[in-house]
């Protein structure tokens, strides 16, 4: 054969060669493209599914006084001079701050300018969580290589009843710390691209949503200072988060706390209460972090928090640091709710989790897809545990005359007067300074009250004080049906 026959084959060889990468170039892209549409599908969808059940939650009146209406009060008063101002339930005024150091409320308030109402936190939530399947995805698809393996993990985060609670919290309703779960999201993903400036605004807004999550993200800085060797950033980052944690926990919230104490410290009486208590409790008696532990339920809690993702985030142990403060903090309580996935408690443990899980599975290049297969069928299997299951119950009160008594209750309330009111009904009442839990009355001009709200332990005591109140000369109902009853103070003058 002719040298300028070979000259040919071999062109032709190449030129075959150049050709099927280019194809398969473009079929990786077309993939890639049609994976991303998905995914954006999925989350708009997601989206207006979330909204649709949070505002007809809202509407019927299934929100709460606590934590809904607390954070809404905490805004408007901040936007007329009273920073982070709220109404205890006692009836005593205090900051914000003296229970979560969650200033990420303060950037909040000035859409409050633009639609004042408490739907607009439950938007922004919902909008928010959603949101993180977008990090998700790219963390997927750049680490398993595979846009479909990519989508199976967006999928899970999605469905994952964790993330479901977060964006969507039957009765308390909204909370700042679950905007840490897509912000940690985002800031892993920046952080694993060497965008640091990106990564330092999603962090530092993290840190804003609650006192654990600076911690939690400075342990991202020990991972990022092994994984990528970049050892002074990712110490210096660890060593911020810590200090603001310590900042937050030893000054912050006794500084603004009633009594100087933290109100949930009560929750952790057994291992000390307070964080100098716990650290006097380690040393003296430290069988007793092994008995708040070592429970049943918090054992089925870390069943249904883990099982999922396979056991594939321990192949990426320096990463799962991130979600040990949120751990520690929930298994410690004596509250129950803490270890439960339908409260906005994992907001700071399920972005570790899931992006450890991404980690590990890339780890077994021939069975990627198969593993991300194997996640979504076990956060799809967890689905249907729901905050979506009270949608049905919602809709069909819309309209209901019990909603409409209470919808006329609510409007007879002036614009900014002192109301006491129950939990439910008080939610769409915070709007103003000075918002009272019934029975606490205390300053309030007006008293609204619903009969049947389900949120109060002590119903004959409740009742009894609902009662004494209609039965007051110094108080007049001017509505009453179905339950729900209105009473104005009187006038001095007895008008």
Known sequence: MSETALSQEGASSLGTTVGGLRERIRLEDREAAVALRVVCAAVATYAVLFIFASV??????????????????AIWNTLHGHFLETTSQNGHQHDRLGFHADPFLLLLAPLFWIWSSPLLLLVVQVLAVASGAFPVFWLARKHLESPRAAVHFAFAYLLYPATQFNAFTNGSDFHAVSMALPLVLYAIWFLDEDRLVAFSVVALLACTTKEEIPLAIGC?????????????????????????????FLWVIPHFAPRGLSPFAGRYTAVGGTPTGMAHKLFTDPAAFVHAVGTGHKAGYLALLILPFLGLWLLEPLLVLGA??????????????????????TAGILPFLLAATIFGAARFERRRVELSLWVLAGALALAVFSPLASLPRDVRALGSQVVSAKSHAVALIPAGVPVSATNKLGSHLSERRYVFTFPYVRRAKWIVVDINDGTYGDVRGFRRSVRRYEADKAWRVVFSSHGVTVLRKRSTNGA
Not at 57 to 62: Q, S
Not at 227 to 245: C, E, Q, S, W
Request: overall charge neutral.
């Open 220 to 248: 991202l800085g020990i991972w990022y200072a092994v994984r990528k060797g970049r050892r002074l950033f990712g110490l210096g980052v660890f060593a911020t988060g810590l200090a603001v944690t310590l900042f937050d």
């Open 324 to 345: 040990i403060p949120d751990l520690a903090i929930n298994l410690l309580s004596a509250d129950g709710n803490q270890t439960s996935l339908q409260f906005q408690y």
């Open 56 to 73: 007809v939650h809202y509407t019927v009146f299934e929100t709460a006084r606590f934590d809904l209406g607390n954070m809404v009060q």
